[in-house]
Nanobody, 115 residues
Framework: QVQLVESGGGLVQAGGSLKLSCAASRSIFSFRAMGWYRQAPGKQRELVAAITSGSSTNYADSVKGRFTISRDNAKNTVYLQMNSLKPEDTAVYYC?????????WGQGTQVTVSS
């Protein structure tokens, strides 16, 4: 088991930046990957970015070049730096820990981008 707590969401104007944090209750080194997902009203949850235990990353096409995922194993924390935010980035952002057969989720943090 692991608890994931997201923080850093909020209201920002288009073109602005936010940095999300996901703090885990235990070491994240053993997880195959850590990721950020988002869910907008009326839409399915989608992968935004993921980082493997070896620090390989992948991004949704819609955020490439604007978002950066990173991890600090010593702090058991994963980050999502979001730049050049757009109104369509508005969603609840969830942290995910992939333990192959089990996925853990945080409670989510709201990101709202005003035009």
């Amino acid at each position: 088991q692991v608890q994931l707590v997201e923080s850093g969401g909020g209201l920002v104007q288009a073109g602005g930046s936010l940095k999300l944090s996901c703090a885990a209750s235990r070491s994240i080194f053993s997880f195959r990957a850590m990721g950020w997902y988002r869910q907008a009203p009326g839409k399915q949850r989608e992968l935004v970015a993921a980082i493997t235990s070896g620090s390989s990353t992948n991004y949704a096409d819609s955020v490439k070049g604007r978002f950066t995922i990173s991890r600090d194993n010593a702090k058991n924390t994963v980050y999502l730096q979001m730049n050049s935010l757009k109104p369509e980035d508005t969603a609840v952002y969830y942290c995910n820990a992939d333990e192959i057969t089990v996925h853990y989720w945080g409670q989510g943090t709201q990101v709202t981008v005003s035009s």
